[in-house]
């Protein structure tokens, strides 16, 4: 099963507004990677924060995670229409017997010109 | 550098068919990753390879296997193919260090209908 619930499953705001995902997980984790997905292409790596990390920035994103509530967040501040795509968060650690990479369902974030 | 690589890119197999699909990971990294996705499914985690071996499996059946070469290109390989295959398969490759992945660079996919 997935290790990352995604909420919510879908956003659509205006552009120049902000936009916030939230991602929960169940089991512990070494780090937590958010991944952009643009319309059945691969996907491109966004952030990555550790276990030991709070927060973190990277140009328009902010990054929050709290491990004691297995939980994590992604801002994208002043939307564009470019930012529309699926975003997922990652988590990495021992799941299932195996050192993986589990991903969320995703939200699926539209920016309306 | 050169990106992650994915041949074919689409591809139409018949039930009970095999499948190969290939994946060229970016120079310098060594660990290869694939993952199925599906619209019902989501992101599903396969198999790792490192150094030519196999570090971590996901829960597929045996039909699914992989192999990785010496210059890290991997390929993955779908047996005896079951309408439920059709998916897109993404490959990602990672500089790791032992215990623990950084940033997976994933290739466009391969686009399996299984008919």
């Known amino acids: 099963s997935q290790q990352g619930e995604e909420d919510p499953q879908a956003l659509s705001i205006q552009e120049g507004e902000n936009a916030t995902m939230n991602c929960s997980y169940k089991?512990?984790?070494?780090?937590l990677q958010w991944y952009r997905q643009n319309s059945g292409r691969g996907l491109v790596h966004l952030i990555l924060?550790?276990?030991?990390?709070r927060e973190k920035h990277s140009g328009r994103l902010r990054v929050t995670l709290d491990t004691s509530k297995k939980s994590s967040s992604l801002l994208i501040t002043a939307s564009r229409a470019a930012d529309t795509a699926s975003y997922f968060c990652?988590?990495?650690?021992?799941?299932?017997?195996?050192?993986?990479?589990?991903f969320g369902q995703g939200t699926r974030l539209t920016i309306n010109p | 550098k050169a990106g992650v690589t994915q041949t074919p890119r689409y591809l139409i197999k018949t039930r009970g068919q095999q499948v190969t699909l290939s994946c060229s990971p970016i120079?310098?990294?060594?660990?290869v990753s694939w993952y199925q996705q599906t619209p019902g499914q989501g992101l599903q985690f396969l198999f790792e390879?490192?150094?030519?071996?196999?570090?971590n499996k996901g829960n597929f059946p045996g039909r699914f296997s992989g192999r990785q070469f010496s210059n890290s290109r991997s390929e993955m390989n779908v047996s005896t193919l079951e309408l439920g295959d059709s998916a897109l398969y993404l490959c990602?490759?990672?500089?790791?260090?032992?215990?623990?992945?950084?940033?997976?660079?994933f290739g466009p996919g391969t686009r399996l209908t299984v008919t």
């Open positions: 089991t512990s984790i070494n780090n």
């Open positions: 390879y490192f150094s030519e071996t196999q570090r």
């Open positions: 120079s310098g990294h060594r660990s």
């Open positions: 990652a988590t990495w650690g021992l799941n299932q017997g195996a050192q993986k990479l589990v």
């Open positions: 924060i550790r276990s030991n990390e």
């Open positions: 990602a490759s990672s500089w790791t260090l032992a215990g623990e992945s950084y940033e997976q660079y």
